[in-house]
């Protein structure tokens, strides 16, 4: 099985090389039969890409120790959807699966557009192809993921414990759906740039796979975030890692296009700004991936150090030559056919929007990459913490929500500020409203009353457009206020999901706020019968806890929860000792609401005299962020389907193309 995965392998690197020769060629000699070889290549470079990673899975699960990575991530105990997940849980394994998702938009892209946009689809395939066959080198010669042992040990070393959770099985797909996603848009970015073809064919062609991209990296964002909370033990889910940076930089980036894309569909302007922020969040995903896989920068979620940190470094500064070379060869063809008509107008507002997500995205990058300038320039490695993030981000997250309430309402070319105003109203209304009650209700601290009185602006806001488009098709239409409403959204999924999109950020702005602002903890050391408080919980060690599996054995603490002299539950936090001899993980147990969490850590335990130490947190409103989260899922993948005139538009090209296929 090994044999026949290395196989694949070479085989796959040799069908990929041939694509990107042969595509390449047949663009430039106008040969439709070259191009046609080189699609065909990429399925069959993508499809012995498939059957090496269930070469590799099989491997895995039938416990074949005999190789490297399986003995190095998995041992018999471990369950199996993690001997499932053990396939991305290491270096080769991992880059692997980054090539196999990778195989899989290029295969499924080519297949799409075997009919359509057929001047673009030979340069497309040839960077998809370039891009494969880079990591199909590293599998090959670097990052070999089917490298045997000189013996065959009884059993393997096991996954390490903080990986051992079921976030291991949705969280990283979902961050590589979305890093290597970024490839398409790049590919068609430079395929415009190549071929001359700047219309707005390469970005109405991407438009799906650029919000799904983004969709999956902010997906993989918040599972992270919420991995980390309920696994690491330290009260918190976000810890400005270097690692949890590099998935939000090409966020940050990716959604800056998202807005200004809007303006080059309607105003023909932006088109050198809109191909950069393409071509800046394909290169920042490469960069990610070189961070993590590098381990050239320290973090709890990097590998070590490895021989392919160079050679990601090469491949990136190549993709850096070649694609900022492009742009400025056709500087000149990329002009803009309108100019901004007034500040006061949605398109300057997006600019302002982009400015700032930039901005935000390179103040992230420049903290993260600190530590490696540093030790270049000076020798000694400066680390960057969060302060720094956090007094940089905090005002650009402030600029972010304003322009969040008031782009959905100013017109596009010129807004008359008299209409604005009539327009920002009852947001603004909104605003003094929910400053005024938080200042009643005794909350002093600056940054909690302006971020969420600015939430409730741009809620009130957003809210409002829903009621005036429900408002408006209604007086139209004469149907009912629901079916006003369904017709509405049907017609525009993209205007009203990206809405959708806005109210979900602005419930994650509401958590993140008072999980920060008013977060309180405490430590105790108790014998059983004594308690110790937090808040308004107050929490009782009952007795200790043991639990025996095969793969590890669990000592926790059963402790009661009372809230305001209330019995309000059980928690039994403890820690995982694992019988492969890793070093034991911490189990919190969490008290969920949608008011607060109360978050509990058994920090230590003395079998001597019986005593445990406990660490609580209390965190108020945090759960408003994974709601948040759900709610923007919800609205971006809404975003993703097509509206009643797209619809329209589909079917009658395909109405068309039959009838020419008939004549």
């Known amino acids: 099985m090994a044999d026949f995965g290395t196989l694949c392998l070479l085989v796959a690197l040799a069908a990929s090389g041939w694509a990107v020769i042969a595509s390449y060629n047949g663009w430039r000699a106008a040969s439709g039969e070259l191009v046609l070889s080189a699609e065909r290549a990429v399925y069959a470079a993508s499809g012995l890409v498939a059957l090496a990673v269930a070469c590799l899975e099989s491997c895995i699960l039938t416990d074949r120790f005999e190789l490297e990575y399986v003995a190095s991530y998995s041992n018999r105990a471990l369950p199996l959807p993690y001997k499932l997940a053990a396939l991305w849980a290491g270096q080769s394994g991992s880059i692997l699966f980054w090539l196999f998702i990778l195989c899989c938009y290029a295969a499924g892209i080519t297949f799409l557009n075997r009919r359509r946009n057929r001047p673009l689809m030979p340069i497309v ?45 949705i969280h990283p797909p979902c961050l590589y759906l979305g890093y290597v996603g970024l490839t398409v848009p790049f590919a068609f970015a430079i395929a415009a740039l190549a071929t001359g073809s700047l219309g707005d064919a390469w970005f109405r062609s991407t438009r799906r796979w650029t919000i799904f991209s983004w969709f999956f990296l902010g997906t993989g964002v918040l599972l992270g975030g919420w991995w980390a909370y309920v696994e690491l033990g330290w009260g918190g889910y976000w810890a400005w890692d270097p690692v949890e940076n590099a998935s939000l930089i090409p966020w940050l980036t990716c959604t800056a296009f998202l807005h200004s894309v809007m303006i080059e569909e309607r ?103 600190f530590p490696i300038l540093s030790e270049a320039v000076r020798g000694v490695k400066i680390t960057v913490g969060p302060p720094f993030f ?15 309430g008031i782009c ?60 005036w488009g429900t408002r408006s098709r209604h007086r139209v239409t004469g149907q009912s206020h629901a079916a006003a409403f369904l017709s509405l959204v049907d017609r525009n999924k993209r205007r009203y999901g ?166």
């Open 267 to 369: 105003k023909k302007m932006l088109r050198v700004w809109n191909l950069s922020l393409v071509i800046m969040s394909f290169l920042l995903a490469i960069l990610g991936t070189f961070i993590t896989r590098s381990g050239v920068i320290s973090s709890v979620h990097s590998f070590t150090k490895s021989e392919i940190g160079p050679v990601f470094a090469g491949f990136l500064g190549l993709s850096v030559v070649v694609s900022i070379g492009l742009l400025l060869y056709r500087l000149p063809l990329l002009r803009s056919v309108h100019r901004l008509d007034s500040f006061v107008s949605r398109e300057s507002s997006f600019l302002f929007n982009n400015l700032l997500l930039v901005g935000a995205a390179f103040a992230v990058l420049w903290g993260t990459l």
């Open 408 to 467: 959905p309402v100013i017109a596009w070319r010129r807004a008359s500020p008299r209409r604005l105003l009539d327009k920002l109203q009852v947001p603004l209304w909104a605003l003094a409203g929910g400053a005024a009650a938080l200042l009643a209700a005794g909350i002093r601290d600056p940054y909690a009353v302006v971020s969420f009185a600015l939430a409730v602006f741009v809620i009130a806001a957003t809210v409002m457009e829903f009621y």
């Open 125 to 169: 395939v040839t960077t998809l192809a370039v891009v494969m066959t880079f990591f199909l080198v590293l599998v090959n010669f670097m990052a070999r993921p089917f490298v045997r042992l000189a013996f065959t040990p009884v059993d393997g070393n096991g996954m390490n414990p903080q990986l051992q959770n079921p976030f291991m099985a």
């Open 498 to 663: 990206g809405f959708t999109v806005h109210l979900g950020f602005m419930l994650i702005v509401i958590g993140i706020t008072g999980s920060s602002a008013f977060k309180q903890e405490a430590t105790a050391s108790l014998l059983r019968g004594e308690s110790f408080s937090v808040g308004g919980y107050s929490m009782r060690f009952e007795d200790v806890v043991r639990e025996d599996t095969p793969n590890h054995e669990f000592m926790g603490a059963r402790v009661t929860v009372s809230r305001d002299g209330r019995q309000a539950g059980t928690l039994v936090p403890g820690q995982n000792f694992y019988k492969t001899g890793q070093d034991p993980s911490t189990e919190v147990d969490i008290r969920y609401s949608l008011r607060d969490d109360l978050y509990l850590i058994l920090t230590g335990f003395n079998p001597r005299d019986g005593r445990a130490t406990f660490k609580a947190y209390l965190n108020p409103l945090i759960n408003w962020i994974w709601i948040g989260g759900g709610v923007l899922i919800l609205g971006a993948w809404f975003a993703m389907l097509p509206d009643l005139r797209e619809r329209r538009r589909e079917s009658e090209a395909r109405l068309l193309e039959a009838q020419s296929r008939a004549a």
């Open 390 to 404: 956090n007094a940089v981000m905090v005002p650009i997250a402030f600029g972010l929500v304003t322009l969040a």
